[in-house]
């Protein structure tokens, strides 16, 4: 009775091979990240570097984001396409290129997306942008312009959507707005996406729109 239970070999083998593929998706990790080894980060400063935004979860199902909702615009999918498989792809603004600017701005909003998405067949798209706080109800007015390289001949601004709200946060407020048909023509023609430039301009003319890393704008 006091003999050791013999060990499954089988099992020895599965655990060290989890082991094994555990430490190898690491290193795949570490490696596109240039670390030597993973970071000591505490839950404080993890919680200080996550999005101010709403729960992207929460977003998607208040919004109807989900890829198997049939929607009126879908009910006339073929039957193949109504069961193809669906994917939610979220991507972040990122700094415009410098043949876009005029003496540095805009700063933003460039969108990169990989080959293997724009392949894919667009069924929804929205564009988030974080408007801030506002002491009275004012109206806004928000203008998205398409961007082009500058050049002496032309104007780089192309204005592809406007948007009058009737703003009255004042803890901040995200707009929601329609890009099916801005994001199909970008998958279409890629050389044509240079960026957008967002405006939200109140009656004052400030602009609420946050689309560049100002005091407090982390995570917007």
């Known amino acids: 009775s006091s003999s050791p239970e013999p060990v499954c070999p089988v099992c020895l083998w599965r655990r060290h091979s989890k082991e094994l593929r555990l430490e190898s998706i690491k290193s795949q990790i570490l490696s596109k990240l240039r670390l030597k080894e993973a970071p000591n980060i ?4 993890v919680e200080q570097l996550l999005p ?3 729960p992207l979860q929460q977003l998607l199902d208040l919004h109807d984001f989900q890829g198997d909702s049939l929607q009126q615009e879908e009910q006339y999918l073929e039957e193949d396409e109504y ?3 669906t994917e939610t792809v979220i991507s972040m603004a990122q700094q415009t290129d410098p043949v876009v600017q005029i003496e540095g701005n805009p700063h933003c909003c460039f969108f990169n997306f990989s080959p293997k ?4 067949k667009v069924v929804k798209a929205q564009l988030w942008v974080y408007l801030r706080p506002v002491q009275h109800t004012g109206t806004v007015y928000l203008q998205i312009l398409r961007l082009k390289p500058v050049t002496d001949a032309g104007s780089r601004h192309i204005r592809i959507r406007s948007l009058k709200i009737d703003l009255n ?3 901040g407020h995200w707009q929601s707005i329609d890009f099916k048909q801005v994001l199909q023509n970008w998958f ?3 050389h044509s996406n240079w960026g957008i430039e967002i405006n939200a301009f109140d009656p004052h003319g400030n602009d609420l729109a946050v689309t560049s890393l100002g005091p407090g704008a982390e995570g917007l």
Not at 42 to 45: A, L, M
Not at 117 to 120: E, G
């Open 52 to 54: 101010k935004a709403p």
């Open 83 to 85: 069961h193809a498989t």
């Open 188 to 190: 279409k023609q890629p």
């Open 117 to 120: 998405v724009m392949f894919t």
């Open 42 to 45: 505490t839950r404080e400063v």
């Open 169 to 171: 946060s004042r803890a």
